[in-house]
């Protein structure tokens, strides 16, 4: 009797806390502190059948990025969105630009645009453009001008500076120049002969490209990510640095807020010189050879936790406000599905390492479900950047001159995972619902704590004076130690479970725990 009673209490308290963890909760940040997810515009989602990705598929595609419900099982809970190039181009690409203010009608409309905006901020998803203003396309109206000031030699010309220019005998080393209509004379065009590279000593050039993301900020845009950043003055970090200042300078005087991002693809000590301005991709942690992927495959974790603690107390050194941006792949790497087994674990742990970290991480389309794609031997970065696999029926197609073969996507669709609570997707939507849950997560400093084991390892995250402890197990095996310095697990993540019972602390394969 004393027993079925037990029973019977026991199920209504199981009923209490189910309901308590179903009820409704928004996602109440008001920072810069967020999961981001790019997305490739032309291979995301197609909303009219014509292969091509555009931005009412995003709009479409809203409920499976964030449907507003933090413990939501089916949505995977980003909190903001970079669009990549959306602007008239005659590359599926998008990187080289023939007029910064028309969307490219493949994609849509400006009405489009504004929708997209207004639909993410109903749901506190931040909305960034990718702005690559190093470079336009040789179609961009103002190259046009330039080419024709050049043949004329007409100096008044608004449009004879330009670009970068020089002449036969003037060519700075390390940068590719491209010949000027069959001439002696050239333009910079370290990307190709179709990208020339804008004039940055020219202050018409300048209000050009501040005039372009005025517009867009207006128009209800949170923030950019800047291509190609170090490009605008190539081999002169200074002159580069001091743009970026000038530039965002200028935005944030018209919105505190904004979120930026610069792709500053080189050593941590180049990016240090850049984030004084602005956040920008931790790119050491990214790729084969990268940070998360050489823990993932079980790589001393302590060398993962030193490095973590080692680049956020650098970043605080260089402002109070500077952040890590953390990311294993994104459109011009090969997808990381190709180096972390998923079916293993390895691609759980990874995505454990890089969201249960600090600052605002971001994730590749496609990367939650463990897409592949990888340059191959036609070496296309078109294999990249493939149709997102919906396996519901969407249209959209991979991008033109990919040769990736379907045969070999073996980790399932978005429709498969949604349909398994232990996939990957629910493990990256889990882990986004636990920063969400935990702002310490994303806005505390970084301690290192050595358990004296080669892979079970994590930090101690000290925020608003409180203390919660992170704790990876990045091999294959279950490791248990015993430890008293803990009141409590509160949470567990990965391929595997863990507990924290009579002093002895039990981690699974490739599994996470949050610890107070
Ligand atoms: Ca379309």
Known sequence: MIKKLLIILFVLLMSVSCSLS????????????????????????????????DLRGIIDRLDYLNDGNINSKDSLGIQGIWLT???????????????????????????????????????????ILDLALNHTSVQNEWFRQFQIAHQNNDYNNKYYDYYVYSPENDRPSGMTFCSLDNTYEAYECNFSGEMPELNFDNQDVRNEVLNIAKYYLNKGIDGFRFDAARYIYLNNTDSSVNFWKWYTEELKKIKEDIYLVGEVWSSDSEISYYQAEMNCFNFAMSQTDGMIARSAKSEDINRFTSYIETYQSALKRISEKAMPISFISNHDMDRSAGYLNVSTGQAYIAASLYLLSPGSPFIYYGEEIGMKGSRGGANTDANRRLAMLWGDGDTVNDPEGSTYEYKNQINGTVKEQLQDK?????????????????PAIARGTYTRIDLGQ?????FAVTYNDETLYIVHNNSAEEITVSTDAYSKLLEYCG???????????????????ILK
């Not at 179903?22 to 810069?32: G, L």
């Open 22 to 53: 179903n009820k409704k909760q928004a996602d109440t940040t008001d920072d810069n502190y967020r999961v981001f997810y790019e997305i490739f515009v032309g291979s995301f989602s197609d909303s009219n059948n014509d292969g091509v990705g």
């Open 85 to 127: 190039p959306i602007f008239l181009s005659p590359s599926y690409h998008k990187y080289d630009v023939i007029d910064y203010y028309r969307i490219d009608p493949s994609f849509g409309t400006q009405d489009d645009l504004d929708e997209l905006i207004a639909e993410c901020h109903k749901r506190n998803v931040l909305v």
């Open 422 to 438: 232990n996939s990957l997707f629910r493990h990256y939507a889990k882990l986004i619902s636990i920063r969400k849950n935990y």
């Open 454 to 458: 080669n892979n079970l390892g994590g």
């Open 495 to 513: 391929f595997a479970e863990a507990s924290y019972k009579n002093n002895e602390l039990k981690v699974g394969p490739y599994t996470s725990v």
